[in-house]
């Protein structure tokens, strides 16, 4: 027998999302233009202190983000504009435990006046400036069960030539062609939110979403993937000669892969700029060996081009470094979010950012 969720009273729901409506078109090269309109509804007033304040994120060098509209509804029908001085653009904040640098950005909202059964409103709409994989669209939609929403619709359209994949799951879906395009519509509600979330799963296991990919399936993601991560594991003078002084005196090749991950491990600090698609797409293997930082892609990077150096194949692995168990459907880039690298003369994974772990063992 399961045990019921408990579900929040009707005064307890500190927040409402009253309406939110998403309109995404996207063209042939994978660019996009997404409209967001949200009305958030404060039940009392600590919620009313909560929702006074709503920030937006874009990336600055993949997107330009504009705020059409923003305005607090009164609950007797008064509306009290946000002025041009009062939306600021902020940047994201780092951590020292992740050292991490890139271009996101966020504006935030402040709200004039919000009490009790107000309502804050904003109209925003991103413009894409460069795909994250060149003429490649991915996104993902996932709705907390801890909020409550009144009404959300969704609505992207895109060219019938450029044919997307979608799954859906616990939200409404259908899809129409018109002319030359097809259109997709989602809708969902959840007026009656859950007290709290106890699944220890990730969203993308568990909660209500929808996944939309340009990719046909995972072996042409994985294939655009491998050849972004080709394009930088060129075997530069300095990369060779790191090489060959690395496995100087050792003729067995399993035993130079060691070697090589070693001082990758020792050598390359782990330090993650992610400006632009650079979430994705990995600095050179020169460039990571000049600067001894990198990322994960940037480690693998490294490690692949010496390996390659050497004469020892490997593949670089996309995985989720988290609590998401299930593959989606559609392939898209969020679930993948760590990568490994695969070497099959030895029939070997090997993570050059684990630190401690020794070639051949992957930390839990």
């Known amino acids: 027998m399961n045990a019921a969720v408990p579900v929040r009273a009707a005064e307890d729901t500190p927040a409402v999302i009253g309406l939110r409506t998403v309109e995404t078109e996207v063209s042939p090269d994978g660019l ?20 006074g304040q709503q920030s937006i994120g874009f990336s600055e060098t993949m997107e330009d983000l504009e705020v059409l509209e923003a305005y607090t509804a009164k609950a007797g029908g008064q509306r009290i504009p946000v002025g041009p001085n009062a939306i600021y653009t902020q940047q994201s904040q780092g951590s020292a435990q992740f050292p991490l640098f890139d271009d996101q950005r966020q504006k935030v909202i402040v709200y004039p006046s919000v009490a009790s059964g107000d309502t804050v409103v904003f109209t925003a709409r991103w413009r894409a400036k460069k795909a994250i994989i060149p003429g490649q669209f991915t996104s993902v939609s996932f709705f907390p069960r801890t909020m409550a929403y009144d009404e959300v619709r969704e609505t992207l359209v895109a060219p019938k030539n450029y044919p997307l994949q979608v799954e859906n799951h616990d939200v409404d879906f259908e899809k129409q062609e018109t002319g030359e395009t097809v259109t997709y519509r989602w809708h969902y509600r ?89 979430g994705i797409v990995p600095h050179d293997a020169d460039s990571v060996l000049a600067n001894a930082y990198g990322d994960c892609k ?67």
Do not use: C
Not at 227 to 255: C, F, H
């Open 32 to 51: 996009y233009t997404r409209t967001l309109h949200m009305e958030v509804r404060a039940s009392n007033a600590a919620a009313a202190m909560e929702i």
């Open 190 to 278: 959840a007026p009656t939110p859950t007290l709290d979330d106890p699944s220890p799963v990730s969203p993308l296991d568990q909660l209500p979403r929808f996944l939309v990919s340009s990719f046909k399936d995972y072996d042409a993601f994985g294939r655009a993937f491998a050849a972004i991560m080709a394009s930088k594991e060129i075997i530069t003078p300095r990369i060779q000669s790191l090489a060959d002084q690395l496995t100087a005196g050792t003729r067995d090749r399993q035993r130079q892969a060691q070697k090589i991950y070693d001082w990758v491990s020792n050598n390359i600090r782990y330090v993650a700029v992610d400006i632009g698609n650079g």
């Open 298 to 364: 940037d480690h693998a990077v490294l490690f692949s081009a010496l390996l390659k150096a050497k004469g020892i194949p490997s593949e670089t692995v996309l995985i989720n470094l988290g609590n998401a168990y299930t593959l989606p459907g559609v392939p898209t880039i969020l679930p993948m979010n760590h990568a490994i690298t695969w070497l099959p003369e030895f029939k070997t994974y090997a993570d050059t950012t684990a630190g401690t772990a020794p070639f051949g063992i992957l930390p839990f």
